[in-house]
């Protein structure tokens, strides 16, 4: 039986490394390189370990436009990164996010 995975955005690819920290007094900032993203959020490129339900500041390109984003963390795989589901994005942000599926599309 094949696994099938139901995203709720189209996904573009968009590898680009990310000024990652987390949104917490710590301010922890973590390694993350993105691999993909959509309107709804990222797939995260990371060695940390961090548990879903935590909070992150996000700060990267998408073609020219520099992005900032507040995400969470929906989902973990050990030693491969985390899926991130996007809070608020910069309002350039997400024009330029549309811009890059549509291109991909």
Do not use: W
């Amino acid at each position: 039986m094949a696994y099938a995975i139901q995203r709720s955005s189209p996904r573009a690819y968009n590898v680009v490394d990310v000024d990652c920290y987390t949104l917490d007094e710590s301010a922890t900032p973590v390694a993350a390189r993105m691999s993909d993203l959509s309107l709804t959020g990222a797939f995260l490129d990371s060695q940390s370990g961090l548990r879903p339900g935590t909070r992150l500041a996000l700060d990267f390109k998408v073609g020219e436009q520099q992005v900032q984003a507040k995400a969470e963390v929906v989902h973990q795989m050990p030693q491969f990164g985390m899926g991130v589901k996007f809070l608020e994005v910069s309002p350039g942000g997400r024009a330029a996010i549309e811009h890059l599926l549509k291109e991909q599309g």
